[in-house]
């Protein structure tokens, strides 16, 4: 059977740029997807755009293109990313002048947009009940600054079947990113739910990149994993009936393992037997690994459903204000005096009138995440990080908190170091529904 490879060359906005070079590169691929675009991710993104009409991307697109697009050039390998974030045509711009600038003329960028639905949800807010909690859209009110839909794949295809050469969409499903060329390269109909259930078992397991490849999986000494510093990125070789084996470039960094596919697999997972995507409702239960040979997995099985009537929808909203302050301890006592600085600052704020809704007090190393449990089975740590954070109504009162913090220089128990402050306002999410009929997505083609 024909087979497709696709790569995986980020998991997440920040991601490391090399192992996708290395994809490009060494590969072999046909695509090679970046999935960069978290629920916060876009509500941030929609407030730069509206502080500049020409921002509201992924930060790192330029340099990623920079760095992958020769190489996909000469390869002949098509890009699709959700890095357009908030603003798909305007890095279908910014990756068209970097095009120019490296001499690469004539690669065709597409821009996918239709997600944006914010003056939809404005204009009936009470027809948009929340899914986390109590109410609706209209409950946010003014607050409100983005709202999201996750589309799927039939805005990518029509890209690709437009001829671009790299396809920027905003807020999709994950495995959209995967499963559309899928369904463009093997003509599968997008009622094929089988089809479209095992494409999305694929996109699944390649959408956090590194992840599946040994990254996060590391434990040393239970789960260990050679090469994490130049960890290579995962690459699927998926044939027409779905099937595929999950390996990376030889000699890169990493493992894949059958113990690493399954992590993957159950990532984010809440009903295996009913993975709710924009294309399909999957199912994952019948998934079967079988290991190859070293770093190369066979995934077999997997299906599909009619896709759900709706689509979910990411609501950001300005939230709150969150003032925090950090300080360190070390030596002897270094756990008892930090015990006495969180006192003497819970104390203050209660002196000085700090208006907080919530308040965290805590000693990183001891109980920043066990919060206060089983603390007499751990020997006291040489050193130790006090934090206390805190949740206001207005920037000022977040600011008082780590400025209470940082006066514990001269002013609380010995030998503090390293002081840190900070206060910043918090955008939240949320979500809704809204039908599947009242999203189109809509192309826009820029040439370098």
């Known amino acids: 059977m024909r087979t497709i490879r696709i790569g995986s060359g980020a998991g997440y906005s920040g991601d490391r740029i090399e192992p996708a070079v290395e994809l490009a590169e060494r590969g072999g691929l046909d695509y090679l997807g970046f999935e960069c675009l978290a629920e916060r991710t876009i509500a941030l993104a929609q407030g730069e755009k509206l502080r500049d009409p020409r921002s509201g991307f992924d930060p790192l697109l330029a340099a990623r293109m920079e760095a992958a697009l020769p190489a996909c050039r000469a390869n002949g390998v ?95 499903g994950d495995p959209a990113l995967f499963v559309a060329p899928l369904v463009h390269e093997f003509g599968w109909a997008m009622d094929d739910w089988d089809r479209l259930g095992k494409g999305t078992v694929v996109g699944h397991l390649l959408e956090c990149a590194g992840q599946i490849t040994g990254g996060y999986f590391a434990d040393p000494g239970r789960k260990d994993v050679p090469g994490l510093a130049r960890l290579g990125f995962p690459i699927a070789e998926v044939a027409e009936d779905g099937s595929a084996v999950i390996t990376k470039v030889e000699g890169s960094g990493g493992r894949v393992s059958i113990a690493s596919c399954k992590e993957q697999l159950l990532y984010e997972l809440l009903d295996p037997a009913s993975y709710l995507q924009p294309d399909v409702t999957a199912d994952f239960s019948g998934v079967r690994f079988t290991e190859l040979a070293p770093d190369r997995v066979a995934v077999a099985g997997g299906a599909g459903r009619r896709r759900p009537e709706t689509l979910k929808v990411s609501l950001g909203y300005l939230d709150s204000y969150v003032g925090e302050g950090q300080i360190s301890y070390a030596g002897p006592g270094a756990v008892a005096r930090g015990r006495l600085a969180l006192e003497i600052v819970r104390e203050r704020l209660k002196l000085t009138g700090v208006r907080a809704t919530e308040t965290r007090f805590e000693l990183i190393g001891v109980d920043a995440v066990r919060l206060g449990g089983e603390r007499e ?72």
């Open 377 to 448: 089975a751990y020997a006291d740590p040489a050193e130790v990080r006090v934090r206390v954070a805190g949740r206001t109504d207005s920037m000022a009162e977040a600011i008082r908190i780590g400025n209470e913090v940082e006066t514990l220089y001269t002013n609380g128990p010995a030998g503090g170091g390293g002081a840190r402050r900070s206060a910043r306002q918090v955008v939240a999410v949320v979500s809704t529904l809204i039908p599947q009929a009242a999203v189109r997505p809509a192309v826009h083609y820029e040439v370098a």
């Open 78 to 172: 098509r890009v699709i990313t959700n890095m357009g974030a908030a603003n798909p045509p305007a890095a279908a711009r910014t990756t068209a002048e970097v095009a120019r600038r490296l001499g690469l003329s004539g690669l065709r960028v597409a821009a996918v947009t239709g997600d944006d639905v914010l003056d939809l949800v404005r204009e009936d807010p009470d027809d948009y009940a929340l899914l986390e909690r109590p109410g609706t859209a209209a409950d946010l009110g003014d607050s409100l600054r983005s709202a999201n839909a996750y589309m799927g794949i039939a805005g990518i295809i029509e890209a690709l079947r437009g001829g671009a050469d790299v396809v920027i969409t905003g807020r999709v």
